[in-house]
Nanobody, 122 residues
Framework: QVQLYESGGGLVQAGESLRLSCGASGGTFSTFIMGWFRQGPGKEREFVATIGKSGDTAYYQESVRGRFTISRDNAKSTVYLQMNSLKPEDTAVYYC???????????????WGQGAQVTVSS
C-alpha cells in the first residue's frame, strides 16, 4: 500500500515563499507520475502542477506558472513544490497525488496524501 505524507505548510504573508514536501512509502516511487493539487474553502480540488517519472518534464496551472516549481528526488522518494511570490488566492489545502498518467485530471491519480494547509495573508 502506497502512503504519501505532505509537510511544509503554514501561514505566510503575501510575497513570501514556502516549500511543500511529499514523501512516499510502500511503492516504487520512480514509477509514479506525481502531482500537486489544492482545494480552497468551498471549492473543488484543482490542479497545480505535475512532474514526470524522471523529473525531466513538468506542467503547471497557468496561475502558478513562473511562481511555483515542482521537482522530485527519486532517491529520497520525495516530490517538492517550491512556492514563491505567494498570493492570498493561493490559500488552500495542498495535496500530493501519485498516479500513472501525466495529466491534470485529479481522478487519474491513485494515491493521495492527507493534505497540508497553506494560508497566505494580505
Amino acid at each position: 500500500q502506497v502512503q504519501l505524507y505532505e509537510s511544509g505548510g503554514g501561514l505566510v504573508q503575501a510575497g513570501e515563499s514556502l516549500r511543500l514536501s511529499c514523501g512516499a512509502s510502500g511503492g516504487t516511487f520512480s514509477t509514479f507520475i506525481m502531482g500537486w493539487f489544492r482545494q480552497g474553502p468551498g471549492k473543488e480540488r484543482e490542479f497545480v502542477a505535475t512532474i514526470g517519472k524522471s523529473g525531466d518534464t513538468a506542467y503547471y496551472q497557468e496561475s502558478v506558472r513562473g511562481r511555483f516549481t515542482i521537482s522530485r528526488d527519486n532517491a529520497k522518494s520525495t516530490v517538492y513544490l517550491q512556492m514563491n511570490s505567494l498570493k492570498p488566492e493561493d490559500t488552500a489545502v495542498y495535496y500530493c497525488g501519485a498516479g500513472f498518467t501525466y495529466t491534470e485530471n485529479p481522478s487519474r491519480y491513485v494515491y493521495w496524501g492527507q493534505g497540508a494547509q497553506v494560508t497566505v495573508s494580505s
